[in-house]
């Protein structure tokens, strides 16, 4: 496998399911990132680990729950879901040095997780 | 605050034919990065190209380009010679800090879909 993988590609689900999305990266970064994408709307940062420190959460609902348990591997965890969290959820990685934001540290995405709530 | 504005929701090219999409950005940091992505029906962003605030020439990968013009704050993407296979969406970001921290973030557009017509 190379550069960022994630599972599942599609996940249908009921409002009082739990499930779990996972993101794996192969590129050797120290940073991933969750994302969500909405029907037109502009992709949203929801949460960012650094070095498997959690560093910001975007104001994001409990529902949803992060976890890294090492700079490889990212889960975000799903309960209690409502009809309007369906969309495609984004992994990305990079490598971060600290710099500014004029530094050159490229985010590389996964290919999604496609997630209907019924 | 940051923002990144792309004005075209839709345009179409024939194939072989260059094409501009248009990206204005907002920021009061005189340090930032501009990326642009692709995003085919199957989900995945990929990393197109990156222009740096300080960069003195305008970046150029394969057939894509950025056109930079700082002063008026816009960071054009130049498709040359289009293919049946770049039609997409196609989203504008730009990396600025957030918080001021060492993780920094990419502020997405809502992006323009390409259609390539043979």
């Known amino acids: 496998e190379t550069g960022v993988t994630q599972t599942p590609r599609h996940l249908v689900m009921g409002m009082t399911n739990k499930k779990s999305l996972k993101c794996e990266q192969h590129?050797?970064?120290?940073?991933m990132y969750w994302y969500k994408q909405s029907a037109k709307k502009p992709l949203e940062l929801m949460f960012v680990?650094?070095?498997?420190?959690?560093?910001e959460n975007n104001s994001v609902p409990s529902r949803f729950s992060p976890e890294c348990p090492n700079s490889s591997h990212l889960f975000l965890h799903l309960h209690t879901l409502q009809p309007e969290d369906s969309a495609l959820y984004l992994c990305?990685?990079?490598?971060?040095?600290?710099?500014?934001?004029?530094?050159?540290?490229?985010?590389?995405f996964g290919p999604g997780t496609r997630l209907l709530v019924l | 605050a940051q923002k990144i504005t792309q004005t075209q929701p839709g345009m179409f090219v024939q194939e072989k034919e260059a094409v501009t999409l248009d990206c204005t950005y907002d920021?009061?940091?005189?340090?930032?990065?501009l990326f642009w992505y692709k995003q085919p029906s199957s989900g995945e962003m990929i990393f197109l190209i990156y222009?740096?605030?300080?960069?003195?020439q305008n970046a150029t990968e394969g057939r894509y380009s950025l056109n930079f013009q700082k002063a008026r704050k816009s960071a054009n993407l130049v498709i040359s010679a289009s293919q049946l296979g770049d039609s997409a969406m196609y989203f504008c970001?730009?990396?600025?800090?957030?918080?001021?921290?060492?993780?920094?973030?990419?502020?997405f557009g809502t992006g323009t879909l390409l259609a390539v017509q043979p």
């Open positions: 990305a990685s990079s490598q971060e040095v600290g710099g500014r934001g004029g530094s050159t540290e490229t985010q590389y």
């Open positions: 590129l050797g970064h120290n940073a």
């Open positions: 680990y650094n070095f498997k420190e959690q560093t």
């Open positions: 920021t009061s940091d005189p340090s930032y990065g």
């Open positions: 222009q740096g605030s300080y960069d003195q």
């Open positions: 970001a730009m990396r600025a800090p957030w918080h001021g921290g060492a993780t920094n973030k990419l502020i």
